[in-house]
């Protein structure tokens, strides 16, 4: 039951943001989908099986929504400012929104995730927890957003680059969950014992004390202050 | 106030590693791919550093309780 709930609310997904605005713009402006064009389009749905069938959180909470970026920066028509324009443009990014907050939702009480590393008391339902789940959804999304903007909004036919933007952006965010932000500081902050670890690493291994602090500010003044350097030359 | 502090710098770093994100980006766009893959290396470290000044605001946070 709950396996088809997904697969339903993922299709509608995939329609909402591929499948309707390639057929609305082939209608349109002739819109060509040769063989490369529908393959990029349908990628979601192979993602979403596997995500289903195999029962893999990261399938259905990452790979599944990050394969519609493949298509949507190399064809740049399913993003045309046609398609949502006026009214019934932002009657149908509502929808569109609604549709992806209630696949998460569901997608997120999937039952007994296999191949899953992940602690399931980090995934408890304490306030923290909650907190630190809205947290790592906001940087991810932040960094995913500074490597996206450009794809978007940078007037270029270059299919080659947007493409090679977004893997880069969806490794590097991957990349931050998965070996710095979950298992450094998610995973101590919400488990008691990770923390103990984390006390002992900074307080004994690492020796933290008043000299670290202060080297730890001029750090971050040097590096904020190359930045405005770096800013102004380029 | 130490854990706050210390916050506030990780919060500057993890603004700092965006930036560096945002101009990979853009180079990456630019077809520019080497200073594109640079700029991601320099994010990360600059990441790296935000994440374990977080680390020692929740230590001091945890002591002062």
């Known amino acids: 039951m709950h396996q088809t709930l997904l697969f339903g609310v993922g299709l509608a997904l995939t329609s909402l943001l591929l499948f309707i605005p390639a057929l609305y713009m082939r209608a349109w402006s002739g819109l060509a989908l040769p063989v490369e064009t529908i393959a990029l389009i349908g990628l979601p749905l192979p993602v979403l099986a596997a995500g289903i069938l195999g029962k ?30 006026g009214a019934e443009g932002l009657a149908a990014f509502a929808v569109l929104g609604t549709v ?34 809205s947290l790592t959804f906001f940087v991810a999304f932040t960094i995913l957003g500074c490597f996206l903007w450009n ?4 007037p270029t036919n270059d299919r080659i680059s947007a493409n090679l933007t977004v893997l880069a952006g969806l490794f590097v965010t991957w990349f931050f969950l998965e070996k710095l932000w979950i298992p450094r500081l998610v995973v101590p902050v919400l488990e008691d014992t990770a923390r103990k670890g984390m006390l002992q690493e900074v307080l004994f291994v690492h020796r933290a004390n008043k000299q670290q602090l202060l080297s730890s500010v001029v750090v971050v003044v040097l590096t904020l202050s190359m930045l405005l350097v770096f800013d102004s030359i380029m | 106030m ?24 853009a180079l990456l766009m630019g077809t520019d791919y080497l200073a594109g893959l640079l700029h991601i290396f320099v994010g990360f470290a600059t990441i790296r550093a935000g994440v374990e000044l977080c680390r020692f605001a929740v230590v001091l946070h945890s002591r002062s309780r």
Do not use: C
Not at chain 1, 151 to 154: A, G, H
């Open chain 1, 56 to 85: 893999r959180h990261w399938l259905l909470l990452w790979a599944f929504p990050s394969s519609h970026l493949l298509a949507l920066s190399s064809i740049p028509e399913l993003t045309h400012s046609r398609l949502y324009q």
């Open chain 1, 100 to 133: 992806g907050v209630i696949y998460y939702a569901i997608a997120l009480r999937s039952p007994d995730p296999q191949g899953s590393d992940t602690s399931p008391e980090v995934f408890n339902r304490s306030p923290q927890a909650a907190m630190m789940n």
């Open chain 1, 151 to 154: 794809v978007f909004y940078t």
């Open chain 2, 2 to 25: 130490k854990s706050a502090f210390l916050l506030l710098l990780a919060l500057a770093m993890l603004g700092a590693s965006l930036f560096f994100f945002y101009r990979s980006s």
